[in-house]
């Protein structure tokens, strides 16, 4: 069946360092990739998302490009703050014909950035 | 300003007792979603329904029961037949676009059940 892998967790960095978060993933279709960020408490958010081949995400200068040949969509930012401290999922949705519409999440990863 | 209301935000219930979360949105997103949180394996799915009155089984619905009565409301039952039931359980809703990629969930802020 479909998966997601992340990197495993905790991740911490001190504020303005780079953050890269792996994820690669399993699908018998052709998938759409999606990150979501949960803070503390709280539910959780679309950050960005990609639908095709090469597609490149990005919000909040966060960016991850959907890599068929590798089936990968790692998570990318160039300087992290503290406020981006929360808990990241990757996630998929496989879009064969007439599949289902759930998503498929990993497992998440825990970003702590330190000022 | 639309979104989904999920409550209570904190329950604790005694071995034995059927409890119920709720889930109320006002997006009209047709599609709704029960997930399950447990400290690192992610969210797994329990229910989901695609339109009213009809309702599907996810990877994890033993001990779990749903209803959709109404596009706005998709409750969650935990039942006594759930065996480990102690969770953070989170509603999401989407448009429901057959076979589309952008599909994107929105998600309630989660109801944090402690079984006693």
């Known amino acids: 069946g479909d998966s997601v892998t992340q990197m495993e967790g905790p991740v911490t960095l001190s504020e303005e360092a780079f953050l890269t978060i792996n994820c690669t993933y399993t699908?018998?279709?052709?998938?759409?990739l999606f990150w979501y960020v949960q803070y503390p408490g709280e539910g959780l958010q679309l950050l960005l998302k990609a639908t095709k081949a090469d597609d490149k995400g990005s919000n909040k200068g966060f960016e991850a490009t959907y890599r068929k040949e590798t089936t990968s969509f790692h998570l990318e930012k160039g300087s992290v703050q503290v406020s981006d401290s929360a808990v990241y999922f990757c996630?998929?949705?496989?879009?064969?014909?007439?599949?289902?519409?759930?998503?498929?999440f990993g497992k998440g990863t825990k970003l702590t950035v330190n000022p | 300003d639309g979104g989904i209301t999920q409550s209570p935000k904190y329950l604790f219930r005694k071995e034995g007792q059927n409890v119920t979360l709720s889930c109320e949105q006002n997006l009209n997103h047709d599609a709704m979603y029960w997930y399950r949180q447990d400290p690192g394996q992610g969210l797994r799915l329990i229910y989901y329904s695609q339109i009213v009155n009809d309702f599907q089984k996810g990877d994890i619905a033993e001990g779990y029961s749903v209803s959709r009565e109404k596009k706005e409301s998709f409750p969650l039952t935990v039942t006594s037949a759930q065996k480990n039931p102690t969770a953070f359980y989170l509603c999401?809703?989407?448009?429901?676009?057959?076979?589309?990629?952008?599909?994107?969930?929105?998600f309630g802020a989660g109801s944090r059940l402690t079984v006693l």
């Open positions: 699908a018998t279709g052709y998938p759409s």
């Open positions: 996630a998929l949705r496989d879009n064969v014909q007439g599949g289902s519409e759930k998503l498929v």
């Open positions: 999401a809703s989407s448009i429901f676009v057959k076979d589309s990629g952008a599909n994107v969930l929105t």
